[in-house]
């Protein structure tokens, strides 16, 4: 079973900027996991259910919710099998929970990262 692990949410001022990373492990399967997969960010703020924010298909493209359009930019670095969300001008609706799953969502979620944008 592939065990998805995020890693660098944190609290940061509006405006600000961070970089989720994203890594497969736990079998065999996460070999190229990432690479072989379309991928996907999503996140879940508080009271309200999980969405897709940003996904990136196994050939490059990639597609945003409107509400990150132009402030998230999804990548991923095959070489090092990480799925990265750089999310820059932050505002305080973008405060949740992140999570990276494939695009569709196959497999069990992991604990995600938690971003908080407040001042």
């Known amino acids: 079973q592939v065990q998805l692990v995020e890693s660098g949410g944190g609290l940061v001022q509006p405006g600000g900027s961070l970089r989720l990373s994203c890594a497969a492990s736990g079998s065999i399967f996460g070999i190229d996991f990432i690479s072989r997969n379309a991928m996907g960010w999503y996140r879940q703020a508080p009271g309200k259910q999980r969405e897709l924010v940003a996904g990136?298909?196994?050939?490059?493209?990639?597609n945003y919710a409107d509400s990150v359009k132009d402030r998230f930019t999804i990548s991923r670095e095959n070489a090092k099998q990480t799925l990265y969300l750089q999310m820059n001008s932050l505002k305080p609706e973008d405060t949740a929970v992140y999570y990276c799953?494939?695009?569709?969502?196959?497999?069990?979620w992991g604990q995600g990262t938690q971003v908080t944008v407040s001042s």
């Open positions: 990136i298909t196994t050939g490059g493209s990639t």
């Open positions: 799953n494939t695009n569709p969502t196959r497999f069990d």
